[in-house]
DNA sequence: GTCTATAGAGGGATAGAC
DNA sequence: GTCTATCCCTCTATAGAC
């Protein structure tokens, strides 16, 4: 386990807090040793308690940051009546893409902890009916296909999130590097919208 | 932990098969204990260790098994020299979606265990460059949309896919229950390879 | 605040009776 | 083959020195 990069001037706490974001999005709850976060952090194992008290505590806090971070963006997006269903995805597909670039392993994070605690979601969540109440699902509904707004998100979203997670298979099975794969999220930036319009037409 | 429903005419050694196989799915290797698949087989701990020696080599033997299940039935699919693109896509969004209506807990369980195995994946393919040289893959480049064929293969599969990955968090997020979403599910079996056509036809 | 040392619980694995 | 009892290591959490 190395140290994670901290900037010099971090508090203690802050890299506590740094370290257990980052060893707990990429091997979940249960796999996660305290050891390991105290090491990364480059601190002894008893000021973890000593500043969060305990292991889940400081899980809790690390999912509260995680879940803003994955659901806080897309709020301003969906919510906004000035712009097109066009330019919503567009903003939807660039924003999303940009996040998992920089942290490849929320999608597969968040979704495994939220089977474990589903009411966490929606304390996540601004309010209650968040999509339903959207600008966004409003101008799915009403393209008039006959379809399910939600089933265009469940595909959109799809196409957006699901390399991420099937990254290290994806890598293995096709020969794939970091680069190579990094270069073909950025392409999906401008691919997922063109096949977006194209759905929205056939339907 | 409940036990799991068994024919009463299995063996011992497969009702602790079934069961690992069910807790391990569920909850994944470091969160499940070797207690939990004991009761839910109905048997003592020791005979787990009896019959299999350790955690780690029935779990193994769980993944080769979700393995086959999750890549075993695409094979024939892709390298059918006699379909067209279209039934493929059609064959392909069938199987899976009704693999996964059948096992949920399936795909974040691949990924999972893939994140920590990369390389056991490799193992579980048939041959080397299984997918590069499918007939699937090639019918998809003969397109000749200058495109990448590996971007709509991964499009396809997170249009199949992620639902199921993100059920727990839609569910909640949408005050939907199993039985719509199920029968979302169903629908989408004929939506995919028809927004796949319209995919293929803008590109 | 930060460390060392250790208590205490949990869980994988085994010995040995039946 | 199946059980009970238990070993022993690992890991979380805390006590207490500095």
Known sequence: MKKVTTEPTQST??????AGREVFTKKGFAATRTRDIAEAAGINLALLNYYFRSKKKLFDLVMIGKLQSFFGFIGPIIYN?????????????????????ENPDLPYFILGEA?????L???????????KKSAFIRQLANKKTGQDPYQFLL???????????????FKTLTNTNDAKFKQMMIQ???L?????KAMLRAS
Chains 1, 2 share one sequence.
């Open 192 to 196: 997922i919208p063109n096949w977006c």
């Open 155 to 169: 595909s959109i979203l799809g196409m957006i999130i699901f390399p991420f997670l099937m990254k290290p298979i």
């Open 188 to 190: 999906r930036v401008k």
């Open 115 to 119: 089977r474990n605690n589903p009411e």
């Open 121 to 131: 979601m929606l304390n996540a969540m601004p309010k209650k009916d968040f999509l």
């Open 13 to 18: 706490e802050e890299r506590i807090m740094a």
């Open 81 to 101: 009546d000035k712009t097109s269903l066009e330019t919503k995805i567009e903003m939807i597909v660039s924003s999303y893409t940009s996040l998992l670039m």
